[in-house]
Structure formats: C-alpha cells, structure tokens
T-cell receptor
Framework: DSGVTQTPKHLITATGQRVTLRCSPRSGDLSVYWYQQSLDQGLQFLIQYYNGEERAKGNILERFSAQQFPDLHSELNLSSLELGDSALYFC???????????????FGPGTRLTVL | AQSVAQPEDQVNVAEGNPLTVKCTYSVSGNPYLFWYVQYPNRGLQFLLKYITGDNLVKGSYGFEAEFNKSQTSFHLKKPSALVSDSALYFC???????????FGPGTRLSVLP
C-alpha cells in the first residue's frame, strides 16, 4: 500500500458526460501528479500540482482540468467525454522537497474509466 | 524534449536465470532515472532511482540498475529471477528542469517456472 488513495475505483459513464476523479496524497507529500494509462498510448503524464499550484503540464487535453485543494487532495475533471478517454487514471504523490526533480513518486491504485 | 525507449515489448526468462530489462533515454542535461513495476490491476510501485554517484543502483526486491552515460542506458537487472517478478516494468526519466516526467512504453517480463 503506497499511502495514496484514489476514488472511485471504477467509473462507467456515457459520451459527452463529465466526471471527477479524486486523489489523496501520502501524508506529508506536497506534490500530486496525474497520469493516463491506455493500451495504445501507454502511460502519459497529464499534470502536476505542488502545494496548490500548477507546476508542470504534460499531454493534458483542454477538456481535462485539475486542481489541488488546501488540504492537498486533488481532483481531475474530465468533460465532454469521448470513447477514447476510456483508460486507467493514476494519481501519484511526492514530497517534492526543494526542486523535486529527484523525488520518488508513489502511485495510487488508479481509477478505471469506461466511456460507453 | 526527453524520451525513453524500452526496445523489448516482452522478455521471457527461466526462473533462477539472470534477467535484464533494457532502457535507453534522451534528455537535456543530467538525467534522473527511475524504474517502476506494475502488477496486474495495481498501480505502479517504485523499484529504484539514479540521481548521481555510483553507477550501480540497488533497489527493492533484489533488483539493480546500471547507469551508463556514454550509452545513455539504464538497464534493470536481477541475478536470479523469480516467477513472482512477472509484471510490467517501466523506465522513466526526468530532466534537469524537472518540468516533465516521461515513462517508457513498458516491458512485460515473464518468468517461467
């Protein structure tokens, strides 16, 4: 158990809908990362938040957004869902001490999103 | 932009034999390199990382990796494979600027009894 929690474990929804995925980092970790894992695209970095602020952006679509709250939990919002958004979405956290480049990321168990 | 290649989709090895999972990278400046393992229906678990110093890094579950700057490689190794090592292995790199974290496509390791 990494100490990172994600809810829900599974989510089934329809095209065009909007969903919110939630992540609670390990105690003491200030950074949260979001990843998408699909069969054809592999593991893709989406976005990173550090202590409430956006720090780095990867291959995140404009239909997707995220935020990190004062209690450090994070939410990933996916809107206007398409069939191709079906994937595993992982959250990871790290301490991000100093520059944070070397920090180990600890991954949650993931949320499996199915768009029908 | 940085990139990571794992040239083998699948590696098969007999239990008790040594295993190697290959990784090469491209990055600006000094690389920060990581290996993660993913078991079925689970999240990724950290195995080891190279930041600086000794080129041979030892990690969890008896795994080690060798950083080779001239060949831009960071191959994962284990002297004696176990059936329970069967999983999906990811190499990842972060660059000097820490702005992105890139994973390789993954290598599926099967250890045969």
């Amino acid at each position: 158990d990494s100490g990172v929690t994600q809810t829900p474990k599974h989510l089934i929804t329809a095209t065009g809908q909007r969903v919110t995925l939630r992540c609670s980092p390990r105690s003491g970790d200030l950074s949260v990362y979001w990843y998408q894992q699909s069969l054809d695209q592999g593991l893709q970095f989406l976005i990173q938040y550090y202590n409430g602020e956006e720090r780095a952006k990867g291959n995140i679509l404009e239909r997707f957004s995220a935020q990190q709250f004062p209690d450090l939990h994070s939410e990933l919002n996916l809107s206007s869902l398409e069939l191709g958004d079906s994937a595993l979405y992982f959250c990871a956290s790290s301490i991000d001490f100093l520059a944070g480049r070397t920090d180990t990321q600890y991954f949650g168990p993931g949320t499996r999103l199915t768009v029908l | 932009a940085q990139s990571v290649a794992q040239p083998e989709d699948q590696v098969n090895v007999a239990e008790g034999n040594p295993l190697t999972v290959k990784c090469t990278y491209s990055v600006s400046g000094n690389p920060y390199l990581f290996w993660y393992v993913q078991y079925p229906n689970r999240g990724l678990q950290f195995l080891l990382k190279y930041i600086t110093g000794d080129n041979l890094v030892k990690g969890s579950y008896g795994f080690e990796a060798e950083f080779n700057k001239s060949q831009t490689s960071f191959h994962l190794k284990k002297p004696s494979a176990l059936v329970s090592d069967s999983a999906l292995y990811f190499c990842a790199v972060r660059d000097n600027y820490g702005q992105n974290f890139v994973f390789g496509p993954g290598t599926r390791l099967s250890v045969l009894p």
